[in-house]
């Protein structure tokens, strides 16, 4: 399918603020895509598709696993925000025909994990600091990450302390909502942090 066809299947079966969101994602991953030299192309797919089951339910999202013989860990169950990222890259690879590199950009979106590519740390980034954010951290780690490249000598080293704080603040958010916390999220703090 065409990146064209794409954003159209997309727009017929979003909500129409779910669709927006989508489109401010694809264009900040654009922007961090030109800025850091990433494949464009990738992101821009990825980023347009990385929520494509998000309106489905709990019992939804097993069960299109299930029937795409996906199994989902005990970690995925305890973690019903994260299940879309993972039947949303199962549709992206067995409905839309997008490669496993796709697949592995909107697999890890939610949770993050150890060693993650360029381009998922873009997308993981974009949508979390995508311009109709409005919950406050979004915003100011977006103002914050944009006004720090500017001067920043060293951009993959900045991209990377945002992703940490990205995901350090998704903890404490978690922690404070006394709600499960992914192992993937996790092992990425603890990777990022012994890269550091």
Do not use: W
């Not at 990433?38 to 494509?52: G, N």
């Not at 409005?134 to 945002?162: A, P, V, Y």
């Amino acid at each position: 399918m065409t990146l064209d066809a794409l954003k159209k299947r997309m727009e017929d079966t979003l909500p129409a603020k779910r669709f927006s969101h989508v489109l401010a994602v694809v264009e900040t991953a654009e922007e961090l895509a030109n800025i850091y030299g990433a494949d464009k192309e990738l992101l821009s797919v990825a980023s347009l598709l990385h929520d494509c089951t998000k309106p489905f339910t709990s019992e939804e999202h097993i069960a299109y696993a299930k029937k795409h013989s996906y199994q989902l860990s005990p970690d995925d169950l305890a973690s019903p925000e994260v299940l879309h990222a993972r039947t949303g890259a199962i549709m992206a690879k067995e409905e839309l025909g997008q490669a496993d590199r796709v697949f592995s950009l909107i697999y890890c979106h939610c949770t993050a994990k150890p060693d993650m590519t360029l381009e998922e740390k873009l997308l993981f980034l974009s949508d979390f600091i995508e311009a109709t954010r409005t919950h406050k951290i979004c915003q100011d780690t977006r103002r914050e990450f944009f006004s720090s490249l500017k001067g920043h000598n060293d951009k993959m080293k900045l991209l990377d302390q945002t992703v940490l704080r990205v995901l350090k603040s998704t903890v404490e958010h978690l922690n404070e909502k006394n709600t499960y916390i992914h192992t993937d999220t996790l092992r990425a703090i603890e990777f990022l942090k012994s890269e550091d």
